[in-house]
């Protein structure tokens, strides 16, 4: 049709504009290709072609679509009951053929759409439950020292106090506080479990709150280091909180670390020449802060205190060995080892309990390398020293801190990447936070990593108060491993009876 309207189109132009023998020839042209198209091509006959063809492509559709439903049913249940929903309100293959091969493209764009993305958290043996509330991602959570409580912040705006001992049930309690104007993007609690500290992703300060038995409360005297380095913004925060030592550590994202005392004056202000800061925290005993940055290593800072005020910050050591940027970092819950996770997924476990003043460097323990690389991991020793977790964007790894051998993986702990992994006092869970909130794991790989390790050390033991002393926490693991076992055991008769 476009090419007849083309030429009447250039026949009126030749005849107006040009000479009329041209304009005659041009209609001509035009009658004698509208005859040709009648006589040779009978409408009849070609109707009856494109039906005959229609009812073979009817065919090819119908397997076609059969092939993908049946590839469908092997990745996801729910894709195909929705596609055999659809197929039943089109006409029986037997009367006629599918409207177009298009809907079998469709249906198939459908199964890639409703693919999930990797298998679910609650498929991992060693899931124990969901602590669900947040309406933002969850950036930090940590167990209290006592073990009795988790606190999660999140970018909603609010700290969640989460009743552990609830965690075996249904519904988990807790006690929600707002952060006015702000939110919190890490966690701290003093030794005692009586407060936490939260940096502040605006304000780029620290706020305190108290914690009593059924209230959080925020403490006199307002936030702490508020104005104190507008520069740059806030990337983690550490604090030191105990007989010895009180000060908060303040890491922004140039290469500027601040030491406030909790009077929230700057003590110590450190350029850590690193091109860029990407983590900053304590250890547990407040004699030592770290940093890590653009460089391969972590740089430990060592500090002095008389009566809780600093009188002196120095430099102490490094943990070295890696060859990539460090993105992450921790210090063991007794201050007596560190472990480092680069960007290339290599990880280090370090002993620190040396003599640095007499120049005598931290010692690699283990070290072994992630499946994946990245640069948004996280990494946390347990508390008995004897296991490390460590993720890589949604992925988590558990590894043995002894030797370095891979225990257990989590392929998706989360939605999104983890932000936030930290050990129970009892090392019988270990938790990870993220997209989905605050997921809470069974340590059973650590508690038999544990067992194995002191059953290695019984055989060398010298003294009988020694032997005596490692046989009695063979005991306390076993116990361990069997009370994980069985509140897993619970959890599975309770899945089945709903099952069921």
């Not at 189109?9 to 009648?38: K, P, R, W």
């Not at 293959?93 to 079998?104: E, M, T, Y």
């Not at 988990?172 to 936490?196: C, P, S």
Request: with cysteine; proline share 3%.
């Amino acid at each position: 049709l476009q090419f007849l309207l083309l030429l009447v189109y250039f026949s009126c132009f030749f005849l107006v504009l040009m000479d009329t023998t041209i304009a005659v020839v041009g209609v001509g042209a035009v009658v004698a290709v509208v005859a040709i198209l009648f006589v040779f091509l009978k409408p009849g006959e070609e109707k009856k072609g494109k039906q005959s063809k229609k009812g073979d492509g009817g065919k090819k559709g119908a397997r076609g679509s059969e092939k993908t439903v049946a590839k469908g049913d092997n990745d996801n249940n729910g894709a195909v009951e929705k596609d055999e929903t659809d197929s039943t309100e089109e006409e029986p293959l037997q009367k006629g053929a599918p409207k177009k091969n298009v809907s079998s493209k469709r249906h198939s764009r459908r199964h890639e759409h409703s693919k999930p993305s990797g298998p679910k958290p609650e498929e991992n043996e060693l899931y124990f439950t969901a602590l669900k509330g947040h309406t933002g991602t969850v950036l930090d959570a940590k167990y209290s020292p006592d073990g009795k409580f988790v606190v999660s912040t999140s970018e909603d705006r609010s700290l969640r106090f989460w009743n552990s001992e609830t965690f075996g049930d249904k519904e988990h309690t807790y006690i929600r506080k707002n952060v006015e104007l702000d939110h919190g993007i890490q966690l701290g609690f003093t030794t005692n479990g009586h407060a936490v500290a939260i940096g502040l992703a605006i304000k780029g300060a620290v706020r305190l709150f108290k914690i009593t038995k059924h209230h959080i409360t925020n403490m006199e005297g307002g936030d702490k280091g508020d104005g104190a380095y507008t520069v740059s913004s806030l990337v983690s925060m550490g604090m030191a909180a105990n007989h010895d030592h009180r000060y908060f550590l303040l890491c922004y994202a140039d290469t500027t670390l601040l030491v406030c005392g909790f009077d929230g004056r700057v003590v110590e202000k450190i350029n850590t020449h690193m091109s860029h800061n990407n983590f900053a925290t304590v250890s547990p005993c407040g004699h030592f802060f770290g940093c890590c940055g653009f460089t391969p290593s972590v740089k430990l800072w060592h500090v002095s205190s008389s009566l809780g005020s600093i009188t002196k910050v120095e430099k102490s050591m490094s943990l070295t060995g890696h060859s990539t940027s460090v993105i992450h970092f921790c210090f063991s819950k007794d201050s007596t080892r560190a472990a480092t996770l680069s960007k290339s997924g290599e990880w280090h476990c370090y002993n620190t309990n040396v003599r640095w003043r007499e120049e005598e460097d931290p010692k690699i323990l283990c070290t072994n390398k992630l499946p994946h690389e990245g640069e948004h991991g996280r990494i946390a020793i347990s508390s008995s020293n004897h296991s490390v977790a460590i993720s890589m964007g949604a992925f988590v790894a558990l590894y043995s801190a002894t030797t370095g051998a891979l225990l257990h993986t989590i392929d998706h702990a989360h939605k999104g990447p983890v932000n936030a992994i930290d050990f129970s006092p009892l090392d019988d869970f270990f938790i990870t936070a993220g997209s989905r909130g605050i997921v809470v794991w069974n340590n059973l790989p650590g508690a038999v990593e544990l067992a194995r390790f002191l059953e290695q050390e019984l055989i060398h033991a010298k003294t009988t108060s020694a032997k005596n002393h490692i046989q009695f926490r063979i005991e306390e693991t076993k116990k361990l491993i069997a009370s994980i076992e069985e509140t897993q055991q619970k959890k599975k008769s309770k899945q089945l009876k709903k099952h069921n």
